[in-house]
């Protein structure tokens, strides 16, 4: 099956350098990595949300509300309940944050504001701030 959307990972080039995402499941994320890798790849093929057989629906996805709206969480839940943070422009999907949620909060702390830059980075120069999602 051919790939419907592309990932994104979002890259700190104006810090340290490093894939954030990638870092962030190989680091704190790692009881979730096995099942993200699992999930984007699932998405990676699926139909559009709201199209049979599309696995854009809850409880995977959630599209997000408020001041976080046109976001999107990819979501891990149980005890501990995993995000990730992205952005979805026509076929192309940008995770720019990740962390844990509770009680309305995400931890590390994420913004709506430093979202939208980071995705708005990642479209007016690829080269410096996004990667393929990188599985390993």
């Known amino acids: 099956m051919s790939s419907k959307y592309t990932f994104y990972d979002f890259i700190d080039a104006d810090g340290d350098g490093s894939n ?7 680091g704190e994320g790692k009881d979730s990595k096995g ?13 559009p949300p709201g199209s049979k ?14 001041e ?6 990819l979501r891990k839940t149980g005890k501990v309940a995993y ?18 949620h509770k009680n309305q909060n ?3 702390n994420a913004t709506p504001q430093t979202a939208l830059s980071r995705v708005n980075q990642m479209i007016s120069n690829p ?10």
């Open 68 to 73: 976080w709206s046109g976001f999107i969480e």
């Open 53 to 66: 057989d599309s696995f854009w629906d809850y409880p995977a996805t959630k599209p997000m509300k408020g």
């Open 20 to 26: 954030v995402i990638k870092s962030w499941l190989n």
């Open 127 to 136: 080269t410096k701030y996004r990667r393929a999602h990188e599985y390993n």
């Open 83 to 100: 995000r990730l943070l992205a952005q979805r422009r026509d076929r192309n999907v940008y995770l720019v944050a990740c962390g844990t």
């Open 35 to 47: 099942y993200f890798t699992m999930k984007i790849g699932h998405l990676e093929t699926s139909p």
């Open 106 to 108: 995400y931890t590390p």
